[in-house]
């Protein structure tokens, strides 16, 4: 089993910032990529951005929050970061982290949070 637990959700005004945090433990070998995703009420979950583990930390960003948004990593702590700036009530939503690699004996395995509210008041 992996596990991600997230944490820094909450409430905000428009304009202020954010910072999201997610760690991995369990049987990991290694993790490919990790990102975030979030799902506002009556919509489907959608990719806020990612970031590769193992090969040099490339990232990807929705286009709705380039500019704004910063994914960063700490690979030695299995950790990844969304640095959330410039906040819109457009951005409340539930935020899920995600992981995807191998778990010891090459398994593979995707694994997600179990969500962090973030909500931004106009």
């Known amino acids: 089993q992996v596990q991600l637990v997230e944490s820094g959700g909450g409430l905000v005004q428009a304009g202020e910032s954010l910072r999201l945090s997610c760690a991995a433990s369990?049987?990991?070998?290694?993790?490919?990529?990790m990102g975030w995703y979030r799902q506002a009420p009556g919509k489907q979950r959608e990719l806020v951005a990612t970031?590769?583990?193992?090969?040099?930390?490339?990232?990807n960003y929705a286009d709705s929050v380039k500019g704004r948004f910063t994914i960063s990593r700490d690979n030695a702590k299995n950790a990844v970061y969304l640095q959330m700036n410039s906040l819109k009530p457009e951005d409340t939503g539930v935020y899920y982290c995600?992981?995807?690699?191998?778990?010891?004996?090459?398994?593979?395995?995707?694994?997600w949070g179990q969500g962090t509210q973030v909500t931004v008041s106009s």
């Open positions: 995600n992981a995807f690699g191998y778990r010891l004996h090459n398994s593979p395995f995707t694994s």
């Open positions: 970031i590769t583990i193992t090969s040099g930390g490339s990232t």
């Open positions: 369990g049987s990991i070998l290694s993790i490919n990529a």
